[in-house]
């Protein structure tokens, strides 16, 4: 009988962890699907049935916020992973608030979003990913003129 040995995870020689570069990866994409496919869809398809009863379906445009949300979500995504991803990370945490956007995403119909928000909050308790945001220097905002 063979006997198994374990093998030694690979180290990135201190540079970023995979768990908060898959955060980054993750967190680009999913603000793009919401920018794109969710909150446009949304917006089309409002103002599709606008057009389509002659604008009876007017009150329909103003009391449905739904793609606002998508929209100002996908925004915030990607900004916060444009943070993230440069080496070293230019954030001293990953916003937990935007975890929690991305499962209330759902009113929406962001699938992705959940699934996102969910990983996000397993990955930004690690504590690799902890001590990893605890290591990097963030320079303070510049104060304004």
Excluded: H, R
């Excluded at 009150?59 to 080496?87: F, N, Q, R």
């Excluded at 608030?97 to 992705?112: D, E, R």
């Excluded at 001590?131 to 963030?138: D, K, L, M, R």
Aim: aromatic share 8%; hydrophobic share 55%; proline share 10%.
């Amino acid at each position: 009988m063979s006997e198994y040995q374990a093998v030694p995870p690979i180290s990135q020689g201190g540079g970023k962890p995979g768990k908060v570069q898959a955060l980054a990866i993750m967190t680009l994409i999913d603000g793009i699907l919401n920018i794109v496919a969710v909150g446009f869809g949304w917006g089309i398809g409002i103002f599709s049935v606008v057009l389509g009863t002659a604008g009876i379906g007017f009150p329909m445009l103003v009391c449905c916020p739904v793609p606002i949300y998508a929209i100002v979500l996908g925004i915030l995504e990607i900004v916060v992973a444009a943070k993230l991803l440069p080496e070293p990370a230019k954030a001293n945490e990953f916003p937990k608030y935007l975890a929690v956007m991305q499962i209330i995403n759902v009113i929406s119909g962001g699938i992705l979003s959940i699934v996102t928000g969910i990983l996000a909050l397993v990955f930004a308790n690690d504590p690799e990913v902890v001590s990893y945001f605890a290591s990097v220097p963030v320079e303070p905002p510049a104060e304004p003129l």
